[in-house]
């Protein structure tokens, strides 16, 4: 990432879409009486209250599958310091193998407990500017086949989608060559639209973050890339700025865009930003930092629909500091995160 965030949640599944469908129902997704009580094979994670937090706890979701392993082993103390990011929903990254099957997949998971699939969609042409979340589609063709995928995954079923991190940011600072902008445009606004086009879609355009720049710089870009049709924006996703600066800059954004709401990554921001060692790299797996406020509808503030955690805590930001690449399960670090909340 670009100095800016670590999106390295980017989810390198290992297994196949078809096997994590498989998954889903048989731990017993399918046969939850409505009100998504349901609990997982060995780690006992339900969902939370929908009236708070109408979003899925995936039941197969690694924290959850760490949970399960560390009971079996009788470490107690452990089990219960990851059960703190099990019980919490958080993003399903769209990873761009059989999209329509992953979306499907999550999105009869989340329908059978009663719940909202919170799903990210990440793999916009020349990601992540050549660092450890590189790639994305192979072309605009490749992009639209893509979203395409998730909307039929999708369907009529309840869904929200953080849609593509850092795409309209990388447009404005810099970080994607200008012969790459018309397209981008092009495509954000058509996701946007491909996607409210679903009944019980809701899309939210990244953003950025409270530490990147000034809201004067990505207002317009926003709304060539088609936030007047999303029901809002993304901020801070896979960030560390705390909860009251980036309220305030999505306030800031906010009264430049219509008066759009805004949701709050929270997942990590427990102890603010990392601010030593290389400027470049503090974004990617920082040392002493600590998980948010847990994920709610119910934020006290008009604007600010929901604070979610888009980033998976305890997955890794790319192989610096130790880490493994990025997306993959990291316990150690997901322990750290789960200490410093202490």
């Not at 949701?263 to 974004?283: F, H, K, L, M, Q």
């Amino acid at each position: 990432m670009y100095g800016s965030r670590g999106v390295g949640a980017f989810a390198g599944r290992r297994a196949s879409a078809a096997v994590l469908g498989a998954a889903l129902l048989i731990t017993g997704c399918s046969s939850s009486d409505g009100e998504g009580d349901e609990p997982d094979a060995g780690a006992g994670i339900t969902q939370q209250p929908k009236e708070s937090d109408p979003f899925w706890v995936n039941p197969n979701g690694n924290a959850v599958r760490q949970v399960a392993r560390l009971v079996e082993d009788g470490r107690k103390s452990e089990a219960d310091r990851i059960r703190r990011i099990a019980e919490q929903p958080v993003g399903e990254w769209i990873s761009p193998e059989n999209p329509e099957e992953q979306a499907r997949g999550f999105t009869e998971g989340a329908d059978a407990a009663g719940r909202t699939a919170l799903l990210v969609l990440y793999n916009i042409p020349h990601r992540d500017c050549g660092q450890y979340s590189q790639g994305g589609a192979a072309d605009g063709n490749a992009y639209r086949d893509f979203v395409d995928g998730v909307a039929k995954g999708i369907g009529d079923r309840p869904a929200t989608v953080i849609l593509e991190p850092d795409a309209v940011l990388h447009l404005v600072d810099g970080c994607t060559p200008g012969e790459f902008h018309e397209e981008r445009y092009d495509l954000l606004k058509g996701a946007v639209a491909k996607l409210k086009g679903l009944k019980n879609t809701k899309v939210y355009l990244d953003a950025g973050n409270a530490g990147w720049g000034d809201p004067d710089q990505i207002h317009e870009p926003l709304k060539r890339a088609g936030i007047d049709r999303a029901d809002g924006f993304s901020v801070n996703v896979s960030n560390f700025y705390s909860t009251e600066d980036s309220v305030a800059y999505g306030k800031r954004l906010s009264a430049k865009t219509g008066g759009k709401p805004f949701v709050i990554d929270t997942s990590r921001n427990g102890n603010g930003p990392y601010t030593e060692g290389a400027e470049g790299e503090r974004w990617c797996n920082p040392p002493g930092r600590a998980l948010g406020e847990t994920p709610t509808i119910k934020t006290s503030d008009p604007l600010v629909d929901a604070y979610l955690w888009v980033k998976r805590p305890g997955e890794s930001d790319g192989e610096c500091k130790g880490g493994p690449k990025a997306g993959e399960w990291w316990p150690e670090y997901a322990l750290e995160l789960t200490e410093g909340s202490d």
